[in-house]
């Protein structure tokens, strides 16, 4: 039995397996439609992220399975202080697959521990995201048709953005991978990535404050949002918050085949006039969030 | 008291200076009521000085606790007034129950009953995380 908590768990091999899935999926829905007959989604949100829930509930609804489940703690059995074991135990007698997303983080971990089914993260916290990863793979798969020898830029928030580290410890596994990292001097990449992942892979990398100058260079670009609460004071983020949002101005010298992405949801940080550019991939990277979805309730489940 | 003045015992040598006390109280030896010896500061030919924790009973030590606080140390195992065995220790892979996980955002810190467990993720440089939440174990519990 077999769950997903962490990205770094899937295999090169197993992460090629979900996106061809998945891209079955896309081209041939009919042939997935009854799959999961007869099988349950618990969808235990202990924290509400309807997004994230949605995605998982239509997922195993377009498997032609069912889904139970809650999308906030007080209206759960944890408001009433049972524990994350018990609940995945309890629930392990009605369902035939979790999707967790709990505040704390290990949450999840420790219900996959406990479960006599499987369980995936779809969030604990600040720690780990594994589906989102998942999302942005299949859309780098499908917009750029390769992992390796690309140049990813990551801008905004690089400090705090969980999605912006499990994308570079996912990509980092490939060949031929540039980072430009870009970000407020506040919000840097904390050390750790840069030893624990990217020195440690061989990862070539550059930092910069500068969008506009780092736009040429990027096939991709991964925009993540600054928040306010991030500065010390409000005189820092007035002063760095406009040379972190997207725009068409600042698109000018970027590639013809840029692919402009977003974890979503999206306050301003990319202006609503870059949704009409064919290269703003953001809503479309939600979709593909479904479809690895479906491709890993299948694998997981070990249906064909 | 020396290692000959023990009968039948252990004598955990070659302690890094200054460790000595919190090895007693991770060992938990404040439970034991047979003589136990705390040297600090003690001079070692081949460390400068060093801390000596003999223990007059045959006891079963923790070594995970002796391995994560400091590796070097040696065991002596005392049988009849003689050294039987000498023990090295070695970075245990898995910590359970021994340091606890500062992360407020941790599992850990709201579901108290869930075992404390640091895995060794870097061997080279000592690092231990929390299997839970990855945080790195802070320098203060080493
Ligand atoms: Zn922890």
Redesign the pocket.
């Known amino acids: 039995m077999r769950s997903l908590i962490d990205i770094k768990e899937l295999s090169l091999e197993e992460l090629d397996s979900l996106i061809a899935t998945a891209l079955d999926i896309i081209d041939n829905p009919q042939k997935y439609s009854e799959k999961c007959k007869g099988k349950k989604l618990a969808t235990l949100f202990f924290e509400p992220s309807t997004r994230t829930r949605l995605s998982f509930e239509a997922a195993m609804y377009e498997l032609g399975g069912n889904v139970l489940g809650f999308s906030e703690a007080s209206s759960s059995s944890a408001a009433k202080g049972e524990s994350v074991s018990d609940t995945a135990k309890m629930i392990s007698c009605y369902a035939d697959i979790i999707a967790m997303r709990h505040p704390k983080?290990?949450a999840p971990l420790v219900a996959a521990m406990n479960a006599t089914i499987p369980v995936v993260n779809a969030g604990d916290g600040g720690h780990n995201h594994p589906t989102q990863t998942l999302a942005d793979l299949l859309t780098i798969k499908r917009k750029k048709g390769r992992f390796d020898n690309l140049t990813v830029g990551l801008c905004g928030d690089l400090k705090f953005g969980r999605t912006v580290h499990s994308l570079i410890s996912a990509l980092s596994r490939y060949a031929g991978i540039k980072f430009v990292l870009i970000s407020p001097e506040e919000l840097r990449i904390p050390s750790y990535v840069k030893t624990d992942v990217l020195d440690k892979n061989g990862i070539e990398y550059v930092e910069t404050t500068d969008l506009t100058g780092a736009m040429p260079s990027l096939d991709i670009l991964y925009m993540t949002r600054v928040q306010k609460e991030r500065f010390f004071n409000e005189e820092d983020y007035l002063r760095l918050k406009d040379s972190y949002i997207l725009n068409p101005q600042k698109l000018e010298n970027a590639k013809s085949d840029l692919c402009i992405m977003h974890p979503l949801p999206r306050v301003n940080e990319i202006s609503v006039a870059v949704d009409k550019d064919p290269r703003a991939c953001y809503f479309e990277q939600a979709l593909n969030g479904k479809y690895m979805r479906m491709a890993l309730i299948l694998m997981l489940l070990g249906i064909k | 008291m020396n290692i000959d003045s023990i009968k039948n015992g252990i004598v955990i040598d070659h302690i890094t200076a200054g460790k000595g006390m919190e090895l007693y109280a991770l060992l938990n030896l404040d439970s034991l009521s047979c003589p136990i010896v705390i040297g600090k500061n003690l001079p070692s030919g081949k460390m400068g000085t060093k801390d000596i924790i003999k223990i007059d009973a045959d006891i079963s030590l923790n070594t995970d606790i002796l391995g994560y606080i400091d590796p070097d140390v040696t065991i002596n195992i005392i049988k009849n007034g003689q050294i039987a065995e000498k023990k090295t220790v070695s970075l245990p892979e898995r910590l359970v129950n021994v340091i606890s996980?500062?992360?407020p955002r941790?599992?850990?810190?709201c579901e108290q009953e869930l075992d404390q467990v640091f895995t060794l993720t870097d061997k080279e440089n000592r690092v231990y995380r929390?299997?839970?939440?990855?945080?790195k174990a802070k320098e203060e519990n080493h």
């Open positions: 983080e290990g | 996980c500062k992360n941790c599992i850990t810190s929390c299997l839970y939440c990855e945080t």
